[in-house]
């Protein structure tokens, strides 16, 4: 089975401008989940979507914001970029939720 | 609410020597525990879950953990630390309450000596 994927893995943006990551789960996997990873506060939690819901939600601003289609893909966009929205990106793709998380590269984001 | 702490930010060790890295987490309702490590420039990977059952999980990499719920405590082991094990470990817990969230500790930096 493929593993999960994201793109773009590098991204490169100025404050202000808006930004669209994508996640595509491993096959079979209906549940997908956004983290956000920076050396400062670790690993947060963004939101989770199973089966184009949206189940669970962070303590992040609106300016977050995700989706997820039929075929389970999933998109997380952020808006106004701030330059603390550097991080390092994180989907993971689950068969249900609760169980493990297959961890996608991940996509690099700068904010200049 | 959960939450999950872990003890050391980065531990040191020489080749060969125990690996143990500490993990203690609170939850309302029966948890999920997962260690995973993340190698630089990569994603997480998966190295043991509890989920029912057995309180001494086996891992991949020899890694192995045991789930003390008089504790509230995870930790994770390894017999004997080899170079290609330093690596980012973080230990993270699972509730199922309606939805789905997972949250992570701040993650251990094993640093491994020659």
């Known amino acids: 089975k493929a593993g999960v994927t994201q793109t773009p893995r590098y991204l490169i943006k100025t404050r202000g401008q808006q930004v669209t990551l994508s996640c595509s789960p491993i096959?079979?996997?209906?549940?997908v989940s956004w983290y956000q990873q920076t050396p400062g506060q670790g690993l947060q939690f963004l939101f989770e979507y199973f089966s184009e819901t949206q189940r669970n939600k962070g303590n992040f601003p609106g300016r977050f914001s995700g989706r997820q289609f039929s075929n389970s893909r999933s998109e997380m966009n952020v808006s106004t970029l701030e330059l603390g929205d550097s991080a390092l990106y994180l989907c993971?793709?689950?068969?249900?939720?609760?169980?493990?998380?297959?961890f996608g590269p991940g996509t690099r984001l700068t904010v200049l | 609410a959960q939450s999950v702490t872990q003890l050391g930010s980065h531990v040191s060790v020489s080749e060969g020597a125990l690996v143990l890295l500490r993990c203690n987490y609170s939850?309302?309702?029966?948890?999920?525990l997962f260690w995973y490590v993340q190698y630089p420039n990569q994603g997480l990977q998966l190295l043991l879950k509890?989920?029912?059952?057995?309180?001494l999980v086996k891992g991949i990499n020899g890694f192995e953990a045991e789930f003390k719920k008089s504790e509230t405590s995870f930790h994770l082991t390894k017999p004997s630390a080899h170079m290609s094990d330093a690596a980012e470990y973080f230990c993270a817990v699972s509730e199922e309450t309606g939805g789905f969230k997972t949250i992570f500790g701040a993650g251990t930096r094993l640093f491994v000596k020659a």
């Open positions: 939850s309302s309702v029966p948890p999920y």
């Open positions: 509890y989920t029912t059952g057995a309180t």
């Open positions: 096959s079979g996997h209906r549940s």
């Open positions: 993971a793709s689950s068969f249900q939720g609760y169980n493990e998380q297959f």
